[in-house]
């Protein structure tokens, strides 16, 4: 793989290797001094980018160990998102929560803060009870729940190690029921959005600030019934697609019918394009009771915003334990799907960021944003323990890359790379 999914990052890798075991896997981390771990490709960010070698974990066997009694899952890293959810399905456990899509690896998705919608529901991250991952050395290492650095252990951007297994709480198997509002008019989406947010499971606003938006509403079956007509939405008549003029074909089943939560959860349909395909993707987090302000601010820029969105998607997400992730409170996260124009969208992300640079955005690791790298380490109040943690398992920076090191620091002083010294 020389790009990205959405070919907007070109990888600087020399090579890129496929282990076929977690043996094979160390003995090439302690070979080289530059590694990064490949997910998907699925984000848009050089957050996996590396001048070394870049290695996938697709070729590690799978691995599906659980516990109904403690209610655990141990999971391959390297294995995608949708295949452990089927596996759990089957045996009758899921996940709390899943993102829009499930093409993700396990690891990618964790490592970048990845979530889905809902406000009792953070990160994929927040799920994990122990992660296990290969170290500079070529050590191993187990950190879980409940240690002084698990915190920075799972959103941890790749920059600990490769990770090989994670272990996530799961709960009983549940179906889940969509619907699609359309038509919600602004002045109720502005005061309004926290009721609106909360009246499901799941609930995702799609907007492009220009037309009314539209609301996706997940509730779990015997949940209260989560109608919008209160705000003056009406039901879709018929399956929508999040990108006005897309396919409604490659999104997961709407109108009402029940399914099985890893078939409702996310919006796109497994084998299925996750919505576009040709596209930049961005997304800003914000403190909930900023979210009408900033929802305003956006609004207002509805026709500088016009040539290149295709769509904007806001979501809540609650409160992350990880050190990395969105927030320790509960956030909302306006995610923006832009069409694939580099230096165009680099011109309305300027003008996105000032407008919520009042409400203190904190960007999505995994998506393009303009922020400096000191504008993000503030956005984190536990980024300067993270680089110690960093510093203190990889002082020789393997897992570094030029995004890493701008934000949290290069290798430690003095420290011994293989091969020799930094």
Not at 37 to 57: K, M, N, P, W
Not at 78 to 99: F, I, K, Q, S, T
Not at 273 to 283: K, W
Not at 307 to 328: M, N, Q, Y
Request: charged share 20%.
């Amino acid at each position: 793989m020389t790009h990205n999914w959405a070919g907007n990052v070109t990888f600087s890798a020399r090579e890129l290797h496929r282990p076929r075991s977690v043996e094979e896997l160390a003995s090439l981390v302690a070979g080289h001094t530059r590694v990064k771990a490949l997910g998907a490709g699925h984000s848009f960010s050089r957050i996996a980018d590396t001048e070394g070698v870049l290695v996938s974990l697709s070729d590690l066997p799978p691995l599906v160990e659980t516990d109904p009694v403690a209610a655990t899952a141990r999971v391959g890293a390297g294995m995608p998102l949708y295949a452990v959810c089927a596996a759990l399905r089957e045996r009758g456990l899921a996940l709390p929560n899943l993102p829009s899509t499930t093409h993700l690896t396990v690891a990618g998705a964790c490592a970048t803060g990845t979530h889905g919608s809902g406000d009792a529901h953070a990160t994929v991250s927040a799920g994990v009870r122990s992660v296990e991952l290969v170290t500079a050395d070529g050590s191993t290492l187990t950190l879980s729940r409940g240690e002084p650095d698990f915190g920075g252990a799972v959103t941890s951007l790749g920059a600990l190690g490769v990770v090989t297994a994670l272990t996530f709480d799961v709960v009983p198997s549940f179906t889940v029921e969509q619907r699609v509002w359309e038509g919600l008019p602004w002045e109720v989406l502005f005061a309004e959005h926290a009721r609106i947010a909360a009246s499901a499971h799941s609930v995702s606003v799609f907007t492009d600030w220009t037309a009314r938006p539209s609301c996706w509403v997940k509730r779990r079956t015997g949940d209260p019934a989560a109608g919008l007509e209160w705000t003056g939405a009406v039901p879709a008549g018929g399956p929508r697609h999040p990108v006005r003029g897309m396919d409604a074909g490659a999104v997961t089943v709407q109108d009402g019918v029940p399914g099985a939560w890893d078939e409702r959860l996310p919006h796109f349909r497994v084998g299925a394009t996750p919505s576009v395909g040709a596209e930049i993707q961005s997304e800003y987090f914000t403190c909930r009771t900023d979210a009408p302000a900033a929802m305003r601010e956006l609004r207002s820029l509805a026709e500088e915003l016009a040539p290149v969105l295709r769509v904007c998607e806001i979501r809540t997400v609650a409160g992350d334990p990880c050190w990395l992730g969105p927030g320790a409170d509960g956030r909302v996260g306006f995610h923006f799907t832009w069409s694939p124009d580099v230096p165009a969208v680099h011109r309305v992300l300027d003008l996105v960021e000032e407008r919520l640079a009042p409400f203190a955005p904190v960007p999505h690791w995994g998506k393009v944003h303009r922020m400096t790298p000191a504008a993000v380490r503030a956005g984190h109040p536990s980024a300067g323990r993270f680089a110690a943690l960093r510093h203190r398992l990889d002082p020789g920076g393997v897992f570094g890359n030029a995004t890493l090191d701008a934000v949290f620091g290069g290798a430690a002083p003095g420290a011994v790379l293989p091969g020799g010294t930094a």
